[in-house]
């Protein structure tokens, strides 16, 4: 995580866990959707609001809090055949390129690690809107989708099926919706 401050045309923002999800969903056996969470987030989010294209983000993801809502396939998945939570406790992802603002939504290109393995990725963002907490903070809300392959992180565990295809497709739709609080 980084330890940036702020300047008088910056500001700094944290996630707030307990207002954040982030999700994913996968195919199962080549017919149903498996939706996932994964409950512990937390990440810094510098923004210059003059530049917009100046965003900094970094985010981390305790990899060991996902939640399938079936507590076997939770189980795998954090052991070595996926994401081995022992070697890897944490998803990271660092902003690395402007943003293309168009509307309120803008594409933020990053490095996401999962696995060991780092890779660039696009993210599709939309700020859903600013306001005043009843504590006197300031919120600022995100979300953003993406997706990406999981043997490219070097998540390839599979079961070959009978009827043809796979257990678990190689495709990973990853969802987020961050709330942010103004440091």
Known sequence: MSTAT????????KIDPAHSQVEFSVRHMMITTVKGRFAG???TVRLDERDPSAVEIDVRIDVASIDTR???RDAHLRSADFFDVE??????FTS???????DGSFTLAGDLTIHGVTRRVALD????????DPWGGERLGFSAT???KRSDFGLTWNQALETGGVLVSDDIRISLDLQLVKA
């Open 6 to 13: 702020a300047s008088p045309t910056t500001t700094i923002w």
């Open 41 to 43: 987030v937390d990440g």
């Open 70 to 72: 079936e507590a076997q």
């Open 87 to 92: 070697k890897f406790p944490f998803i990271t």
């Open 96 to 102: 690395t390129a402007g943003v293309e603002r168009r």
């Open 125 to 132: 963002v939309t700020e859903e809107g600013r306001g005043k």
């Open 146 to 148: 993406t997706k990406i």
